[in-house]
């Protein structure tokens, strides 16, 4: 089996698991209660928001720990939207982003916010400029995405986000692909609110954060306790908080090391695949990019097929949104870099991890040319008979 998907999540890792294993099991207590167990385990997630708040540059108070990504994109945007929906009613975010932020934005839009959605280029990036034509006097929030999950392409976020510091407009960012990959630290992007999600950097399913600078308004999503500072009720998920520090610790020790091989197992792959299969274009910036995400365009191949085929020979790949896959829809994501229609259907996300090797990587491409070879040898002869047919 080679595991080309670390990008939809990654395995658990191990030391990790182990870190959560004493608040799994037995009388582990909730941080609310006063007595003894209940201190343990409010010392314990003390203990993990302080590790995530030196790595990310910020305060233990500014982090609401969630259940994942798509929470905390939720609590970003519908949460600051509506705690300054006295100050304006317009939202900004991209055309590629998740869609944790999309339909957060589409959410708005049917409470009567307006969203403007600025486009990219033939790569995946925001213009400044686009941005900055984007912005109205009654602009109250813009979200844009750190990396982008289908292609890779990360953004120039600190040059985004200094358009709308200097007019006081908060910024969030979804760095749900990005962490584990890119260094992260929110004064150095210059953001306001940035989500992460711990299975994405080999830690527990179902835990995530949203980093909420000072004095950044937000309404919660949920009622209840007021748990997380009135900002996030329910009883804390101490097992998942300790764990997502811990992943995200060794994702910072590890960071350099990581980046440099997946770097050249995602580069192995553009080259070998791109090289040899012709009619194709290896989406994405070419540079700007997440060391481990290697995506194409292939002219003339079904992106399901292709997957299905894949996945017979052990390959496990992506098309599109690994959240919404199974789908055959081309993804707005492909869609918003305006390649030629022949192109779109054929997309392919390759993701990298600690799992692969460079000699697995090698063998794996071979085995993804001679499908693509073979695909389209069979939509050739499709057409063929078809022409054929007909002009009988
Ligand atoms: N944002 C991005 C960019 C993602 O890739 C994902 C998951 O694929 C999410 C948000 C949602 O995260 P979660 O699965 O933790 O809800």
Redesign the pocket.
Known sequence: MTYLDH???TPLDPEVLESMMPFLSGITGNPSSVHAVGRIARSASDDARESMARTLACEPQELVIT???????NLAIKGSARASARRGRHVVTSAI?????LHSCASLEREGFEVSYVPVDEYGVVSPEDLAASLREDTILVSI?L???EIGTVQRLSDLARITRDRGIPFHT????AAGHLEIDVDDLGVDLL?L????FYGP??V?LLYVRDGVELEPLLDGGGQELERRSGTENIAGTVGMARALGMATDRLEHRARREGEMRDMLIEKIAGATGDVVATGHPTRRLPSVASFCFRGIDAESLLINLDLDGIQASSG???TSGSVIVSHVIQALGLPEAFEAGSLRLSVGDSNTPEEISAAADIIIAHIVRLRGIAQEVTEAEFGAVGG
């Open positions: 990008a939809a999540t259940s994942g990504g798509t929470e905390s994109d982003e998740h869609h944790a932020v995405m990396a982008n999950n979804d760095a749900v692909q989500s999600s711990a299975h994405k399913r179902g995530g949104s690994a959240c």
